[in-house]
């Protein structure tokens, strides 16, 4: 199968939001895993030229990169084949990171500058949403749920 047949550009309002979203954590994910210390500045973390033993903050910014590189591949292969129950499965576990990120800024376990990270999550959450509740396909089929 060829690589223009594989992916095709989104045919909804829904898939765009994907789109957007995966190519925008895979493109992070890549600075993450070229430039740690760009991403950690860019999160509001500091950034010191040498580590202690034990440090183990590069290999999870390496860890942590590497799965928003997957996860952005995920989005936009998904929204390349229109797959809107993955669509509807990020929603609410958008909603959650949002929750969390914004607990850790909240509590003044994360900086400020986090905070974008949480956001970025709960209105990428909140327009995907509204967009599959536009296309009225925000919940299975009738008949699908009936199937269970």
Same mark, same amino acid.
């Given at each position: 199968?060829?690589?223009? /047949?594989?992916?095709?550009? &989104?045919?909804?309002?829904?898939?765009?939001?994907?789109?957007?979203?995966?190519?925008?954590?895979?493109?992070?994910?890549? @600075?993450?895993?070229? +430039? &740690?210390?760009?991403?950690?500045?860019?999160?509001?973390?500091? *950034? *010191?030229?040498?580590?202690?033993?034990?440090?183990?903050?590069?290999?999870?910014?390496?860890?942590?990169?590497?799965?928003?590189?997957?996860?952005? @591949?995920?989005? @936009?292969? +998904? +929204?390349?084949?229109?797959?809107?129950?993955?669509?509807?499965?990020? *929603?609410?576990?958008?909603?959650?990171?949002?929750?969390?990120?914004?607990?850790? @800024?909240?509590?003044?376990? +994360?900086? /400020?500058?986090?905070?974008?990270?949480?956001?970025?999550?709960?209105?990428?959450?909140?327009?995907?949403?509204?967009?599959?509740? /536009?296309?009225?396909?925000?919940?299975?089929?009738?008949?699908?749920?009936?199937?269970?």
């Amino acid at each position: 199968m060829s690589l223009p /047949r594989l992916l095709r550009l &989104p045919r909804s309002f829904s898939g765009w939001t994907m789109a957007v979203f995966g190519v925008l954590a895979f493109a992070l994910g890549l @600075v993450g895993l070229v +430039a &740690p210390g760009v991403l950690l500045t860019m999160l509001g973390f500091e *950034v *010191v030229q040498e580590r202690p033993p034990g440090d183990y903050t590069l290999v999870y910014m390496a860890a942590s990169s590497m799965a928003a590189v997957n996860m952005g @591949v995920y989005y @936009v292969f +998904a +929204a390349s084949a229109d797959y809107t129950p993955f669509f509807r499965w990020t *929603v609410p576990f958008r909603l959650v990171t949002f929750t969390v990120f914004t607990t850790l @800024v909240v509590t003044g376990a +994360a900086p /400020r500058e986090f905070f974008g990270v949480g956001l970025w999550e709960g209105l990428g959450a909140l327009v995907t949403g509204f967009a599959l509740w /536009r296309e009225g396909r925000l919940l299975p089929p009738r008949h699908a749920a009936e199937a269970s």
